[in-house]
């Protein structure tokens, strides 16, 4: 089913960035490292604001408001862990397993993306197909 779902791709756009996260770091955020390079966090994942509130306001309209606010919450949650990263808030802490070393405030990042792709992954798989019929031509 998640395959004809257009939330795959803020999915794919989701993991894009998790990709690039996990590739360049800290370094991701530098102006010096490119020109499109995204200026914080919350730049970074702004972008999937756009996809989701299609994706919203097409469930609203066929009558899936718990669907919708599912993908608000997910997008909401991460954009706000961003918002945390870029204001210093997020401090490293302590695994259980003190061998594997710290969770840095980047890490927390990645968590928040997966977390995000997660619950939409989820949520993919258990909207029927037919509620999107006709969302390509809107």
Avoid: C, K
């Amino acid at each position: 089913m998640r395959d004809r779902s257009p939330i795959i791709h803020l999915l794919l756009a989701i993991s894009d960035a998790d990709d690039e996260l996990g590739r360049f770091g800290d370094q991701l955020f530098e102006p010096t490292r490119q020109v499109d390079a995204p200026g914080g966090a919350v730049e970074l994942t702004e972008r999937f604001r756009a996809a989701a509130a299609d994706l919203i306001v097409w469930l609203e309209m066929r009558g899936r408001p718990d669907d919708a606010n599912e993908i608000d919450d997910a997008i909401a949650s991460l954009i706000e862990v961003a918002r945390a990263y870029d204001q210093g808030e997020l401090r490293a802490w302590l695994r259980d397993d003190e061998r594997a070393g710290p969770i840095e405030p980047i890490d927390q990042l990645q968590q928040a993306m997966n977390q995000a792709a997660g619950r939409l992954e989820d949520l993919a798989d258990e909207i029927p197909a037919e509620v999107w019929q006709g969302y390509d031509d809107a």
